[in-house]
């Protein structure tokens, strides 16, 4: 059955299946190419009579993952060029203002899209949430940093998408004073600058950030990726001249400089960029509450897949705790408490904790507003993936079944339903069901048979990296990185 909304932009139709209605492709904002290439994002044109909304819009220009995270991370492309578009699931018949969800993909900020499978909003629906995905520009086009053109074009998108819900959303049974922003790795770094912009403030009133912590580099720090794909291309490091050359030279030379790049052992990448007009020095919203957390073994989909936790020794993680200026003592402690762990486990586990286990808790510590911390700890038995990055998503939106390249057939759906039912409940509520964060360090983590509070988990090697950052701030070239 199909159904109509109205937009300020025009009419909508959705479809309805099981109760839930679905509607796709809807755009937020004006094609981000032609004049728009390059610029800060402009309003969506209105339209006559009744719009489609019944197929996933276009997502952004991008390269697939590299092999073996193809296979782990199948995307989904629909090609044309009004990719600033967004998704709605919400119930048929909404009886009042429900929560929203708004949910950003991660994908190093270059790859991803919210027409993924995995990201199905049903099942929140179905629980009396409005489930919203977007899409945002990737790469060179959403977050290259050049002289011409404005920074963190990605960001803009985001809020826009943002206003856009506060606009709208009510036409669609959604509270616009009850907007939960949520995202994994590159869409929780998203999140977390959202937090520190002014431009953001209001449009969103709690958040949840799996697998990504706060992260911003110096504005010339994030030029050095448009200055080696200009190179690569032999034009200038200008928006101008990118905008001259064909889409599909710039993908060719964007994967050629940071394909190979991963969030574990680092090389040139995309990032947010420290702007003290949109991002401001200092600490995210005070009154935001926030649900943070990662997976206990992050580092396994970098490092296992591609035999990268073979061919680490002794030698090369020796190499690499003198480059971080990690103390040596931090191998000793960790190998300590993992009997037989081989050495690029170790250097993987140290590097979970460096990137996102310690921000994530120095966040949590820095914030008067309430917050929840937690861990996903189940297993998969594909690849020997174990407890890696992204793993976590089907159970949060109870969507097991595309989430199987990563978890297998056969997770544990009472895992789901649980994980499932306390990101509902936040989005709800501002309460997912556990202690908020105190000095007794609470995290709820989450396995199978056994999900429960632990408190201060493994805070002896924490500590390790509370020193670090403590002397990363005051030593040589200290401050926003």
């Not at 952004?60 to 073996?68: D, E, G, L, S, V």
């Not at 209001?202 to 950030?209: E, K, M, P, V, Y």
């Not at 632990?454 to 390790?464: C, F, G, K, M, V």
């Amino acid at each position: 059955m199909d159904i109509i909304a109205t937009t300020r932009q025009g009419r909508v139709r959705g479809r309805v299946r099981e109760s839930v209605a679905a509607f796709l492709g809807i755009p937020y904002a004006a094609a981000p190419f032609g004049p728009h290439w390059f610029r800060a994002p402009a309003p969506a044109e209105p339209w006559e009579g009744v719009r489609d909304a019944l197929e996933y819009g276009p997502t952004a220009p991008q390269r697939p993952y590299r092999p073996p995270l193809d296979e782990l991370i199948p995307e989904v492309t629909v090609p044309g060029d009004a990719c600033l578009n967004l998704n709605i699931w919400t119930p048929e018949s909404t009886g009042g203002a429900l929560p929203v969800m708004v949910w950003i993909h991660g994908g190093s900020l270059r790859n991803g899209s919210s027409a993924m499978p995995l990201y199905d909003g049903r099942a929140f629906a179905r629980d009396g949430v409005v489930l919203v995905s977007v899409n945002y520009r990737l790469g060179v086009e959403g977050f290259g940093v050049f002289p011409d053109a404005p920074d963190n074009r990605g960001l803009l998108d985001q809020i826009a998408a943002l206003a856009w819900v506060r606009d709208n959303i009510a036409a669609f049974g959604g509270d616009p004073g009850r907007v939960t922003l949520c995202g994994e790795s590159a869409g929780a770094v998203s999140i977390s600058a959202l937090l520190a912009a002014p431009r953001a403030a209001g449009l969103f009133h709690r958040a949840i950030l799996q697998s990504g912590a706060p992260h911003t580099v110096a504005r010339g720090r994030g030029a050095r990726t448009v200055r080696a794909m200009a190179k690569a291309l032999r034009v200038p490091a200008t928006a101008e001249a990118f905008a001259a050359v064909d889409r599909e030279r710039l993908l060719d030379a964007q994967a050629e400089v940071v394909g190979g790049a991963d969030p574990i052992s680092g090389g040139p990448g995309f990032a947010v960029v420290a702007d003290d007009d949109m991002i401001p020095a200092g600490p995210p919203s005070p009154t935001v509450d926030l649900l943070l957390g990662c997976n206990r073994e992050e580092y396994r989909l970098w490092f296992v897949p591609n035999g990268t936790v073979d061919r680490i020794n002794r030698l090369t993680l020796r190499l690499a705790l003198l480059r971080f200026r990690i103390p040596a003592g931090a191998a000793r402690l960790y190998r300590a408490s993992r009997p037989g762990a081989r050495p690029g486990e170790i250097l993987g586990e140290m590097a979970t904790d460096l990137l996102l286990r310690g921000p994530l808790n120095r966040l949590a510590d820095s914030r008067p507003a309430r917050t929840f911390l937690y861990e996903f700890a189940w297993r998969s038995p594909v690849r020997d993936l174990g407890a890696c990055h992204a793993l976590e998503i089907g159970f949060v939106f109870d969507n097991l079944r595309h989430g199987e390249s990563l978890s297998g057939p056969g997770a544990p759906q009472p895992l789901a339903d649980t994980m499932h039912r306390a990101w509902t409940a936040f989005a709800a509520t501002g309460d997912p069901g556990w202690p908020g964060w105190d000095a007794r360090r609470p995290v709820m983590v989450f396995d199978h048979p056994c999900t429960g509070l632990t408190l201060a988990p493994r805070q002896e090697e924490l500590s390790i990296w509370l020193k670090h950052a403590r002397s990363a701030r005051t030593g040589p070239g200290g401050g926003r990185d």
